[in-house]
Each structure stands twice: as structure tokens, then as C-alpha cells.
């Protein structure tokens, strides 16, 4: 919402100063955008008179002029200007000036040998308009070395404000200038409309053919007679100033009006409409030719004018060109109507038109001013185009939206911990237009016809806090919550943070990705459920919701690449889709490796078994320690079937695999592999178990020696280590205490098809020392149960 | 005497010229081994006279001990020099560079960061952590939070659809983490506090905004929490973020559905080219949106607005994170650049506490 300052002080009479005047808006919750101050920008442009014009010795087209900008010491200007002639009065911009149209700030130089120290500026060249066929002129007897800005009527600040969708009555200036009042920097003086009388019956009438909520009322009248051209400088500047454009008298008042008032009017070209007027539903295939030039298909759920030939006017939003005025209109027919807020925003929406009717009638429009608009606009007509007026018609009557509220005065008091007067409150509150009754602790309160927003108390303390000032409201001290003790993060959130901390640590680099992806890489990671697809994307690549993070993390990965950055160490934990229902959201831990870093102690390139040990880490720091990880070979499809695991505590209780990415996928994602990845659904880990004490069990560490024997397993390629430690293990639960493979070897002196698997066990004795014997009839009993477990036989 | 003398002069100076330890032990051997010449000489002293014995047994005795001693020294001599030399031969460049711990290496995120430490800080003034769930219904987004059906207030949000299901509802991508209070008032009997990090979407995209961020929502429900307690609440959290004594906090008066009385809040800056400082300056920076909440809210999750009472707020977590540590542009953080990773994340192990200040 734009005015200028001088429009507002037409309705507030007020001697602040612009910057009090802005900073009350945005005190009282009309937050100042911009504030357009032409004045100063322009200041350094002045007056002067052009004292001696003389050919440029080198250029036909240009001239030397004199300058006297008023100091007595006239200066030299070079100039191209057409008009530029000696005795003419133009407006001039000394060297070091800024030029507004393109910014550039003015030197003192030479133009073809002949020194210029400033420039006689064109409107073009002041972005005032775009007239550049020569400089400005000035009328004779202008006064010279006079700032031009004044003296043009440019001195008039233009603010710009945010009104919230709750307060459409501040999209007029009247309404601005009410809470302005209110705040105490001025009186409202707006001019109250004055009921013009009508001298004959308006010849033609409205039907009102709809349900009565859509279209309240609806007034119409005639002016005959009219003399409509363009409208006063006056009112062309001021919708000019807030970047309207002025298109004939008729049209400028009901333009004035909607941003003077709020109140959007439309008028016909009375000659154009055939017949009376109906107001009704559109009906599917009907069309309407609008004053943007565009035409709109409609349909029943559209409100629309219409006269014996059809669809005139779209209610609320936009007129028809074919009944718009022109300057040969001669009989108007002025309309002020209200409609349904839901239904014009629905059709505004549905159509893509935003006028300035719309948003206000979306918004909510007074509905006490549907007559006195129509009065005024009739009395700016007569005024601007002469004619003479009909009787007012109105259709429907005018709702009345009074809403009477129970206000305890404590209220203001509970809200805020603001102790205010009762007075006070009840100034306020009279000052904003609210009608208030009764006495003592409870107020009887109505909210003016221009508030729809206001409902209950709470907005009662709203107007009282807003206007007497927020920074009134004194800090005051929360206090202290119970339960100091008690754990602020859930254990999900615990995990995510801790799970955070450790894949950085490991050298992981964490990234935030995009929640959706393509649907072609959603379908490759098991997603890409239609109840996961978005109606609306952003983008066509971001159109599912992941479910899984990898996608993301190995298009980040590619991304890097691609930029040089080959080598990646990335980790995301963040959520991931299952379904749609408010339960089906995943936290999930995922890490991608791609590109070796070369090191002269030797390259290693990220295998599988960094993708394991990334998801055991982290699981460790989980509480879930390696040993009671199960790895089970092969995962999803978008992984190597013979180079992933899937790690679980069971069949039922799968928490994420890892390994080398399907060299297919990564084709299909347009990715460059082997990059390997692990991703772990932190929702899936069992929850850790609630102790009795926090005190942990006394240490058992035996006073004895450990002793470590080493053994050599042949078996064949497939059996899986896992195997053949858990059968090492389990020979003595006791005795054994650690089984670690240190050596897997195939090749000479291995039979095809097979491995030597060599593995370090480490026994424990607990009451005496080992003798050979015992450690020799251990030994047999590991190598027996591995050979029934896995088919080994000893290495000889 | 002359021939024990000679012979310990002999073997010393032997002694003083082996080269190694191998050459001692010779040496050694020839000396004091079985058939070695002092061992001979000893062996004499079983067939002499006690005369004899009395002045040899000394004199031959002495040489022994002095060439045990000396070969020890010798020993030790040339042990030091051969584990000189071999230290010498073991030399490596330390100059050449370690591979990068991983300490070194890990970054964590901003928003992770940022959102840590706004826990912290909440965490010390007794707020719990709630979460809900990105794909929101329409009830919780919007109509339980006070949106009227239609509203222009609902286009204000540039939400993302899901397809109608059966019934005709469309699941959205939440907007703002507004949604999380319905949850918590409905899961939850007063008194609560607590803030409610989260996603949010908006189908919206330039320099500062991107169609996924990240907000954190606040909220306070009892019987008497008011709008002085809301200011203070914020004031002590943005002295706390930004890490200033002071910070000067303005409330102007503004509009959200589910909020009455609403504000926004702006703090006191000072702006130098990308630089922000605050608590100081003449500029104002808008840093969140809160407001009393509204009495149709508390309705909404059966609490009666005449007994309870109390604010919200919510806050960009991504923006807090610009505006404290000058990330220029908002879309940087999605897109993991590991340059912009490596340079705005922060390192494994700074972990943002109160005792340990949150930034380090």
C-alpha cells in the first residue's frame, strides 16, 4: 500500500515529521517498506539560466552554454539539447551530482575540447518521464538557483507500507490515517461523504440472482450527461505517485476512491449495457473480454455483472472492456457492491488476475461504506465531469457485521502484564472507532463495520497494546521450570545428535540435501509412492520425497566431482519417507565414499569394509557394539549384490546396509562409481534398556595371562567369517574370550575354491595357569567344532 | 711380573682397537675363555707355593678384573656407537605430511550446529525438544492454527501439495513448524515449554528463500504466561545466541492466524557491508515473528482460553545461522559444496554448551 504524505494529511491533520509519521506506522503495525523522498534525492538539482549559447567550435551539433545558477559566477556547460538557447531557464546539475535515471555520478570535463562542468538535465534524464528531446524548461520567472524539486511538486514523500491480510481497512488512506489519530500525532479529518440527491429514478436495476452470502448488496446509479477526458493534474498526480496510471476522469475516481477508501468501484459506460443489470453465478463457457486486454473463460463457481448481451463485469476483481468508460462516455453508471471475501479470492486465484479490487474485497471490504463510496464517488464525478445523478438503486441490503464483545478490562493485564488505565483502554479503543459501553470491570465493546479481523478479547488487547506501544510491555522474567533434571532430548533425538558427532569425527563431512528428489531416483531407492508425489514441485527433479538419503548424498558427491573435487566423505541424517500417515517419517544416518586419496604412505581406495566400519562406529556409539551387529551378506537392489551387507539383529529387526552401490543405479543417477555407502534408520535400533541403577557391574578382569594361539582354517571361498568365529567362540564360552581373523589368503599352495582363514584366539584362564595339555585339548575342540561348523580343515 | 704386565698391556690395547663387538668378544675369549692366556695364567696358581700364590694371586686377579672391566666398557662403547649409527640409518623426513585425522577432516553442518545451539540455550531455560512430521494434513497446518479456510492468509504460505487421497484431502508439506504446537498442546497438559525445530516448505526459491529450511518454533502454555515473560524469553535468547551482553529488542505489532496479539521482532544492529553486529548500531534487523497464542488455537486442542494462556514464536533457523556466523546466501546451504562444507561447518568436537560458551 502506497500514498504520498501530502494524501494522508488530507485525511490527518497532523504537523509531525515524515519520520515520525513512519515510525508510528511501524509502531502501530504498518511496517513502512520504503519511504520515497524525491525531495532529497533531487536536492542538488537547481534552477539556472542558460545566459549565452554558443556553437561548439567542433561539433555542429552541440553548444557551449553559460550557466547561471545564481552565485553570479556563471559556469560552462556543453550541450546537445535542441531547445538549448540563451534567456530559457532549465535545471541544472553541477559536477559530482548523482543522475537518477542511470545512476552515474557527473564530472567535470572536456567535450571535444571545450570545458562542460555540469549538465542541463532532461525529464528522461531525472526519471520523471520519458522525455529526452531536450532539457527541462522551466517557465520564465522561475527564481534561479532554486532547488527544482519543490518547484515541481516532487517534494512530496511517497510511503510504502505492509498491511497484513487482517486489516484491509489500511488499504486506504482514511484507514492509515485513523490508527495515525489514534496514536495521537494527529487528528482524523477525513471529509465525510455527503449523500448527493438524485433528481430522477435510475433507469436501470439490479437483480440480485445468487445466494444473498455471495453478493450482499449492490448500489447503482446513473449520472448522465458527463464530460469524461483526462482527469486533473491534481488526481493524476497523486495516483502517479503510487504508481497508478491516470486513464480518464470517470475510471481516476473510482481508482482514487479504492485507494483513498478502500472501497474498489466500478463504473459503465451506461450507452454500452443493453438492458438491466443481473448479478449471478457465470455459467460454465462463458467469457469475459477485461480491461487488462485478456480474456477469461469462467465458470459457475465465478461471480459475474451481466446485461441482456451477457458477462460485463467480473465481480469484485475486474471490469469489461466492452462497457469500459472512454473520453466520449456520456451517461455512467456507478456501482459500489460487496461481495463474498472466499468467492473473489477463490476466482482472483483461480484466474491469475490481481487487481486492486481483489485484494481488497478478498480481504474484506467496510461494509457500512457501500453507500457513502457510492456518494462520494458521484459527488467526484459531478465535481470533475459534471452531469446529473439518478437516484441511488441498491439491491440486497448491507449486512450488518456489528459484533458485540464481552471485554474485562484485566484482560490487558493477563495478555500482556501491561497495567494500564481503564481510561486509557477505553480511549483507545474509542479512538480506533470502536463503540464502548458500560463501566466498571467489564467493558461492552463493538467492533466498527471496517474490522472483520476483530472477534474476541484477544484482539481487543491487540488494538490497546499496539496503539498505547508494544515497548510499554515489560520484560519480565519466566520462572523457573520443576524437574531441572529431566532429559530435555528424546532418545531419538540423543541418537541423532551423538550419531552427528561421530560420523564427523570419522573424517565425514555432513550435508543438508533436499528433502525431495526425482522421482526416477526415488523409484531406485524403493520410494517413488504416489502418495509421495508432490502436485506442485519447485522442479521436476525435486518431485518425491526421499526415501533414503542416498540419492542425494551421491548426487552431492557427483556434484563435487564435478566440480574437482573428486575425493567426497559425506554423511546425512536427516528424515526420510516411508508413506504419507504422520508416523511413516524416518530418522536415517548415511554415509557416501567416492575417489582415493593418493598419499605417498600408500592410496587407499573406499571399499565396502569403510562403509561397514562408518555404520559400526556409529552404531557402537549408539550402544550397540560390533558383537552384537549381525552382518548378513547382500542388501537392497541399488547395492553390489556380492560387495553389501545388510546389518540387523535378526531377520525382524533390519536397521541398514552397506557396501559398494549397484554400478546400474549409479548409472542411472548419472554418477561416476565405485562410491560405497552405508545407511542405517536410526528409528530401527532398539531402544536402550531402562536400568535400575545407573552403576555399572564390578570389572572381572582375571589376574592371569591371556593366552593367544593362532590357527589356519582351509575352507572353501563362500563360508563366511562370521561363521567360522562364531563356531571358534562358542566352543568354550568361558575360556574363549576374543576370536580375530588376521590373515585371509587364496592362491599357491590354497586348493581352487578355497581360503585359508587365519584367526588369533585368545583364551582367558580364570584359576590357574594353562598347562600344555589343556591348551592343546582346547585347541583340538575349536579345530573339531569349526571343521562341523564350516567344513575346515586345518592348514598343514 | 714383566710377562703379566706385558700381557695386560697387550690385551688392552687389543681392546682399545676392536672395531666391534665381535672383535670383543674374541678378545675376550682369548683372554678369560677356557684356554684363554689369563685364564692360563690363573690356572697356574693351583701348582704354586702359598709364597708364590700370596704375591701372583693378587697381581693375576687384578688383570682379570681390569679386563673384565675394561671388555665391558669397550662393550658399551661400541654399543652405543652401533645403536648411534643405526638411529642415524632409521632417520625419516617428519616433514612429510600425515594423512588428515578424522577430527580434522568431519565438519558438521551449520543448521545442525546452529540448532544445537539454540537447544542449549532452551534446554537451560526448561524447554523440552518436540518434533512432528514434515507431510502435514491440512488440519494441522492450517485450520487448527486458526487459518480460515480460503484465507488469503493460507497464500501467504506457498505450500506444497500432495495429491488428493479418497476423501478428497490433500496431505501438505508443512509451511512452518507451527503444526508441532497442535501437537504438543493435544499430546500434553499444561504447563509446557517447548521449542520445535524443524523442516518446513515453501514452493519458493531465490537468494533468500529456497523451497526447503529449516524453522524452530517456540511455545509456552500455562495460567499465566504473558506477553513481558515472551520478551524476556527472547531477549535472553538472543543475548545468548549472538553472544552479546546486550541487545536492544523492539516488538512491532503484526499479524499471524494463530496468534493475538502478534508481533514481530527486529534487533538493533549494525550493518557494515555483509557484516552484522548487534547491540549495537541504528539499523534493525527482523529476526522472528510471535504473538500471544490465539484463543481459537487453544481451543482447537481442548484448552479452555479463559484458563490457559501463552505465546509462541518461531524463528529461521538457517537465517540465525547467516546472520551469526555470514553465510551470504541462503541457497549454499543445500547444495554441499564441500568448500562451502568445509569452510561454514563447524568441527566434530565443537560442541556448543552453555558451560563451554556455545560457539568456540
Given amino acids: ?796 | 711380573m714383566s710377562d703379566l704386565s706385558q700381557l695386560e698391556s697387550s690385551i688392552l690395547s687389543d681392546i682399545s682397537a676392536a672395531a666391534d663387538e665381535a672383535a670383543v668378544e674374541a678378545i675376550r675369549v682369548g683372554a678369560l675363555g677356557k684356554k684363554g692366556s689369563i685364564s692360563g695364567e690363573l690356572a697356574k696358581l693351583g701348582s704354586m707355593s702359598p709364597e708364590e700364590r700370596k704375591s701372583f694371586g693378587p697381581a693375576i686377579n687384578g688383570l682379570r678384573d681390569r679386563v673384565t672391566a675394561a671388555l665391558a666398557e669397550r662393550k658399551n662403547v661400541l654399543a652405543d656407537a652401533a645403536l648411534d649409527a643405526r638411529l642415524k640409518a632409521e632417520a625419516v623426513d617428519v616433514t612429510l605430511p600425515v594423512r588428515p585425522s578424522g577430527v580434522e577432516a568431519g565438519r558438521i553442518h551449520p543448521v545442525s550446529q546452529v540448532t544445537e545451539e539454540i537447544a542449549a540455550i532452551f534446554a537451560d531455560l526448561g524447554f523440552a525438544i518436540a518434533e512432528g512430521p514434515d507431510v502435514e494434513d491440512d488440519e494441522h497446518n492450517f485450520t487448527a492454527l486458526n487459518f480460515p479456510v480460503g484465507h488469503p492468509a493460507r497464500e501467504m504460505h506457498d505450500t506444497f501439495f500432495f495429491a488428493p487421497d479418497a476423501n478428497g484431502e490433500r496431505k501438505v508439506l508443512r509451511t512452518h513448524t507451527s503444526p508441532v504446537q497442535i501437537r504438543t498442546m493435544r499430546a500434553k497438559e499444561p504447563p509446557i515449554r517447548v521449542i520445535c525445530p524443524g523442516r518446513t516448505y515453501r514452493n519458493d526459491s531465490d537468494q533468500t528463500h529456497t523451497p526447503m529450511f529449516h524453522q524452530v518454533e517456540g511455545l509456552v502454555i500455562d495460567k499465566s504466561a504473558n506477553l513481558g515473560n515472551l520478551k524476556w524469553i527472547l531477549e535472553e535468547f538472543a543475548k545468548a545466541f549472538f553472544e552479546v551482553p546486550n541487545v536492544e529488542m523492539r516488538m512491532r505489532p503484526s499479524f499471524f492466524p494463530f496468534t493475538e496479539p502478534s508481533m514481530e521482532v527486529d534487533i538493533r544492529c549494525n550493518r557494515q557491508g555483509s557484516e552484522i553486529r548487534f547491540g549495537e548500531g541504528d539499523d534493525w534487523m527482523e529476526i522472528l515473528g510471535c504473538g500471544m497464542v490465539h484463543a481459537n488455537v487453544l481451543k482447537n486442542c481442548g484448552l479452555d482460553p479463559d484458563v490457559y494462556q501463552g505465546f509462541a514464536w518461531g524463528m529461521g533457523i538457517d537465517r540465525l545461522a547467516m546472520l551469526k556466523y555470514g553465510m551470504p546466501d541462503l541457497r549454499a546451504f543445500f547444495e554441499a559444496d564441500v568448500r562451502w562444507l568445509e569452510h561454514y561447518g563447524f568441527r566434530p568436537l565443537d560442541l556448543p554448551s552453555l558451560i563451554g560458551g556455545l560457539s568456540s
Avoid at chain 1, 538535465?121 to 538557483?145: A, F, K
Avoid at chain 1, 479470492?345 to 474485497?361: M, Y
Avoid at chain 1, 441511488?392 to 502484564?417: C, H, N, Q
Avoid at chain 1, 572353501?716 to 563356531?727: N, Q
Wanted: some cysteine.
Fill in chain 1, 1 to 796: 500500500m502506497k500514498f504520498s504524505l501530502s494524501w494522508l494529511k488530507e485525511h490527518l491533520k497532523t504537523d509531525a515529521s515524515l519520520a515520525v509519521v513512519t515510525d508510528t506506522l511501524t509502531k502501530v503495525g504498518l511496517e513502512v517498506e520504503a519511504v520515497e523522498d524525491r525531495a532529497k534525492q533531487l536536492a542538488p538539482f537547481i534552477t539556472a539560466k542558460v545566459v549565452e549559447a554558443a556553437q561548439h567550435p567542433n561539433a555542429d551539433k552541440l553548444r557551449v552554454l553559460k550557466i547561471d545558477q545564481g552565485d553570479g559566477t556563471p559556469v560552462q556547460v556543453v550541450c546537445g539539447a535542441p531547445n538549448a538557447r540563451a534567456g530559457m531557464i532549465g535545471v541544472f546539475a553541477r559536477e559530482g551530482t548523482t543522475i537518477p535515471a542511470n545512476g552515474l555520478v557527473l564530472k567535470a570535463g572536456e567535450i571535444r575540447g571545450q570545458a562542460s562542468q555540469g549538465m542541463m538535465v532532461s525529464e528522461r534524464e531525472m526519471g520523471l518521464s520519458d522525455e529526452h528531446n531536450g532539457i527541462i524548461e522551466m517557465p520564465d520567472g522561475t527564481p534561479i538557483g532554486q532547488p527544482f524539486a519543490p518547484l515541481m511538486g516532487l517534494d512530496d514523500p511517497v510511503i510504502e507500507i505492509a498491511v497484513t491480510p487482517n486489516r484491509p481497512d489500511c488499504l486506504g488512506v482514511s484507514g492509515v490515517a485513523r490508527d495515525l489519530a489514534a496514536a495521537e500525532i494527529g487528528d482524523l479529518v477525513s471529509p465525510k461523504p455527503q449523500p448527493v440527491k438524485g433528481t430522477y429514478p435510475c433507469p436501470v436495476t439490479v437483480t440480485l440472482d445468487l445466494d444473498p452470502d455471495l453478493a450482499p448488496a449492490f448500489a447503482l446509479r446513473l449520472v448522465r450527461g458527463v464530460k469524461n477526458g483526462p482527469s486533473p493534474e491534481w488526481l493524476q498526480k497523486k495516483l502517479r505517485d503510487v504508481g497508478l496510471r491516470p486513464i480518464n476522469a470517470l475510471v481516476d475516481v473510482t481508482n482514487f476512491l479504492t485507494v483513498d477508501r478502500a472501497r474498489p468501484l466500478h463504473v459503465f459506460d451506461a450507452a454500452k449495457v443493453a438492458g438491466n443489470l443481473v448479478v449471478r453465478r457465470a455459467k460454465a463457457g462463458e467469457q469475459l473480454f477485461a480491461l487488462d486486454g485478456k480474456t477469461y473463460a469462467l465458470d459457475e463457481s465465478m461471480l459475474v455483472i451481466a446485461d441482456d448481451k451477457g458477462v460485463e463485469s467480473l465481480a469484485g476483481i475486474m471490469g469489461g472492456e466492452s462497457t469500459g468508460c472512454t473520453d466520449t462516455t456520456t451517461d455512467v453508471l456507478i456501482e459500489s457492491a460487496l461481495w463474498d471475501a472466499l468467492t473473489i479470492a477463490r476466482t482472483g486465484r483461480a484466474l491469475g488476475v490481481h487487481s486492486d479490487a481483489r485484494h481488497r474485497f478478498e480481504r474484506g471490504v467496510d461494509p457500512d461504506f457501500t453507500v457513502p463510496g457510492l456518494e462520494l464517488a458521484t459527488q467526484l464525478i459531478l465535481d470533475l465531469c459534471g452531469g446529473e445523478p439518478s437516484e441511488v438503486v441498491l439491491a440486497g441490503e448491507i449486512p450488518d457485521g456489528r459484533r458485540a464483545i464481552e471485554f474485562p478490562i484485566s484482560e490487558v493485564k493477563r495478555l500482556t502484564g501491561l497495567e494500564l488505565h481503564p481510561a486509557e483502554i477505553k480511549l483507545t479503543l474509542q479512538r480506533l472507532g470502536f463503540s464502548v459501553s458500560g463501566q466498571g470491570d467489564v467493558l461492552k465493546v463493538a467492533a466498527p463495520s471496517w474490522r472483520p479481523d476483530v472477534h474476541g478479547k484477544a484482539d481487543l488487547v491487540e488494538e490497546v497494546v499496539r496503539i498505547v506501544g508494544l515497548d510499554k510491555v515489560m520484560s519480565t522474567p519466566l520462572p523457573k521450570s520443576e524437574n531441572i533434571t529431566r532429559a530435555v532430548l528424546t532418545p531419538l533425538q540423543k541418537r541423532a545428535r551423538i550419531g552427528r558427532r561421530t560420523l564427523a569425527a570419522r573424517g565425514l563431512v555432513e550435508a543438508v540435501t533436499w528433502s525431495f528428489v526425482s522421482k526416477a531416483k526415488a523409484e531406485a531407492f524403493g520410494g517413488g509412492k504416489p502418495e509421495l508425489a508432490l502436485s506442485n514441485p519447485i522442479a521436476a527433479d525435486l518431485s518425491d520425497m526421499r526415501p533414503s538419503l542416498l540419492p542425494g548424498l551421491i548426487a552431492a558427491a557427483q556434484k563435487n566431482a564435478d566440480r574437482g573435487f573428486p575425493e567426497s566423505a559425506l554423511f546425512e541424517l536427516g528424515q526420510i519417507f516411508l508413506g504419507e500417515g504422520p508416523t511413516d517419517q524416518r530418522i536415517a544416518a548415511a554415509v557416501v565414499r567416492r575417489g582415493t586419496p593418493r598419499h605417498w604412505s600408500g592410496a587407499h581406495a573406499p571399499d565396502a569394509f569403510d562403509a561397514k566400519a562408518d555404520a559400526l562406529a556409529l552404531l557402537a556409539s549408539l550402544g550397540l557394539p560390533a558383537e552384537r551387529v549381525q552382518t548378513v551378506p547382500g542388501g537392497p537392489a541399488w547395492f553390489h549384490p556380492g560387495r553389501s551387507g545388510t546389518l540387523q539383529l535378526g531377520p525382524q529387526n533390519v536397521f541398514g546396509h552397506f557396501g559398494e552401490l549397484h554400478p546400474r543405479v549409479l548409472k542411472e543417477l548419472g554418477a561416476d562409481g565405485p562410491v560405497i555407502a552405508m545407511e542405517i534408520v536410526l528409528d530401527n535400533l532398539p531402544e536402550p534398556k531402562a536400568k535400575a541403577t545407573k552403576a555399572k557391574p564390578a570389572l572381572d578382569a582375571s589376574g592371569l595371562q591371556p593366552v593367544s594361539r593362532d590357527f589356519a582354517f582351509l575352507v572353501e571361498r563362500g563360508v563366511k567369517a562370521a561363521d567360522l568365529l562364531k563356531a571358534v567362540l562358542q566352543t568354550d564360552r568361558k575360556l574363549i574370550t576374543g576370536a580375530d581373523v588376521f590373515d585371509i589368503y587364496e592362491g599357491k599352495g590354497v586348493p581352487e575354491g578355497h581360503k585359508s582363514v587365519a584367526v588369533a584366539v585368545t583364551l582367558q584362564p580364570r584359576e590357574k595357569t594353562l598347562t600344555d595339555t589343556e591348551i592343546d585339548a582346547v585347541s583340538a575342540k575349536i579345530v573339531a567344532a569349526v571343521a562341523k561348523a564350516t567344513g575346515a580343515t586345518l592348514r598343514g
